[in-house]
């Protein structure tokens, strides 16, 4: 036996769905920032290191 009748109440939670699938829906955004901006840092810490060492490249 499930607690809910169907899937539209389920999603309806009671009708407090829209809070909790708003804040499910922000977790997962900002676990999704929290991964993807170390990614970002790293790929910009790379490019810059290589223009200082192209830069620094004896000729």
């Keep these: 036996m499930t607690p809910f009748a169907s899937l539209h109440d ?3 939670m009671g009708g407090h769905g829209a809070y909790v699938w708003a804040s ?14 170390p990614l970002l840092a790293r790929r910009r810490y790379l490019k810059s290191l290589a223009r200082r060492l192209r830069r620094e490249a004896p000729r």
């Design 10 to 12: 389920f999603l309806a």
């Design 24 to 37: 499910y829906a922000l977790c997962v955004a900002l676990l999704a920032w929290n991964a993807l901006l």
